[in-house]
């Protein structure tokens, strides 16, 4: 939020990622792929979320 308020803030393009990335992660300790701690994403959310991204950007 410091970003947001005290510069010029994000691209909603990063924050966008971000916030799926935030979304897909608690959904890995959900169904039983992660422990409850803190911890890196994992590399199958953040390789889900590239392909999902360059789909997406392909269509254009």
Known sequence: MVNLTAANGN?????????????????AVLTGNLDAEVQPAPA???HR???DLVAILSRK
């Open 49 to 51: 979320i590239a392909t």
């Open 44 to 46: 199958a959310v953040k």
């Open 11 to 27: 691209p909603i393009q990063a924050m966008s990622l971000e916030l799926t990335l935030q979304a897909r992660s608690p959904a």
